[in-house]
């Protein structure tokens, strides 16, 4: 079945120690998401890919970053982590950006940090 | 500025009984569209249903309806006949046409189905 998935499910890493989250996804869509979610809140998004155009969020801290080397491949690389980047880490893909477009969302990363 | 609002944190239900989980939504747009998502305890966003604002119908996918009502802005989720598997949190969410095209979601509510 077509899907996206995210490895690893669980996460865990040293305060400021890099730590990289991987997504892929088997839909071939053109856009990728990167989400994170704190307990009992909203996906907050961090960044996307258009093919291969990159889009920050304007708030997205800069110890966050993203690479699609390919379509099927996105990774999610947080350079310091700190007590706060503790969360639930989202990958997401649509087809297009129009407003009609569904994402498609993997099983997320349950990020801890010590 | 906040562009979902859903005013239940959470909400009970019986199970068999139908439960309505309430969503509005601010946009200048005049073409958008509206998602529900379910997320179970094990962290999934699941795709419910879909509601674009030129939709004269109201949408429906099985034990879930939309119910769309344009001049109000608000896209009010219905499920009927709750299981004890419709135990989760809800988003409501939207995507304009313009504004980056971002899915914005709202704060969730949380539904619990009770024996």
């Known amino acids: 079945d077509a899907m996206v998935i995210q490895n690893p499910r669980y996460q865990v890493t040293q305060f400021g120690k890099p730590v990289t989250l991987s997504c892929s996804q088997t839909l071939n869509h053109n856009v990728m998401y990167w989400y994170q979610q704190k307990s009992s809140q909203a996906p907050k998004l961090l960044f996307h890919y258009y093919d291969k155009d990159f889009n920050n969020e304007a708030d997205t801290p800069d110890n966050f970053q993203s690479r699609r080397p390919n379509t099927s491949f996105c990774f999610l690389d947080i350079r310091s982590p700190g007590l706060g980047d503790a969360a639930m880490y989202l990958c997401?893909?649509?087809?297009?950006?129009?407003?009609?477009?569904?994402?498609?969302f993997g099983p997320g990363t349950r990020l801890t940090v010590l | 500025a906040q562009k979902i609002t859903q005013t239940q944190p959470g909400m009970f239900v019986q199970e068999k009984e139908a439960v309505t989980l309430d969503c509005t939504y601010d946009?200048?747009?005049?073409?958008?569209?509206l998602f529900w998502y379910k997320q179970p305890s094990s962290g999934e966003m699941i795709f419910l249903i879909y509601?674009?604002?030129?939709?004269?119908q109201n949408a429906t996918e099985g034990r879930y309806s939309l119910n769309f009502q344009k001049a109000r802005k608000s896209a009010n989720l219905v499920i009927s006949a709750s299981q004890l598997g419709d135990s989760a949190m809800y988003f409501c969410?939207?995507?304009?046409?313009?504004?980056?095209?971002?899915?914005?979601f709202g704060a969730g509510t949380r539904l619990t189905v009770k024996p």
């Open positions: 946009t200048s747009d005049q073409s958008y569209g």
């Open positions: 969410a939207m995507r304009e046409a313009y504004n980056n095209n971002d899915m914005r």
């Open positions: 997401a893909t649509s087809r297009d950006k129009g407003q009609h477009n569904e994402q498609f």
């Open positions: 509601q674009g604002s030129y939709d004269e």
